[in-house]
């Protein structure tokens, strides 16, 4: 079993700044893509950011959102299995329960799609 543990959200006024992170455990072979996505009130879940392995991809490739090009930057950490999400610029439209996201083979090497429980962000003043 894999679980995903986000923290960092909360309450920020315009303008402001925060920084989520998402942490992987468990029977863990190998993670090919990590990001977040997001859910507002009344619309579908969005993807906001993704990277993918380097280890899977020999590259590796990192998307964004458009809405959010230029404002947040994923961040992933291979070695302890983690993504973050720093988010800078932050407006009202941005305010949503975000997600991680993670594609992960366990030992069975079958991979399979997790997500956290959600972490909710509101941009207010």
């Known amino acids: 079993q894999v679980q995903l543990v986000e923290s960092g959200g909360g309450l920020v006024q315009p303008g402001g700044s925060l920084r989520l992170s998402c942490a992987a455990s468990?029977?863990?072979?190998?993670?090919?893509?990590m990001g977040w996505y997001r859910q507002a009130p009344g619309k579908e879940r969005e993807l906001v950011a993704r990277v993918t392995s380097a280890r899977i991809t020999s590259l590796g490739s990192t998307t964004y959102a458009d809405s959010v090009k230029g404002r947040f930057t994923i961040s992933r950490d291979n070695a302890k299995n983690t993504v973050s999400l720093q988010m800078n610029s932050l407006k009202p439209e941005d305010t949503a329960v975000y997600y991680c996201?993670?594609?992960?083979?366990?030992?069975?090497?079958?991979?399979?799609?997790?997500w956290g429980q959600g972490t909710q962000v509101t941009v207010s003043s």
């Open positions: 468990g029977s863990i072979f190998s993670i090919n893509v």
């Open positions: 996201h993670a594609v992960v083979a366990a030992r069975d090497l079958l991979w399979r799609d997790y």
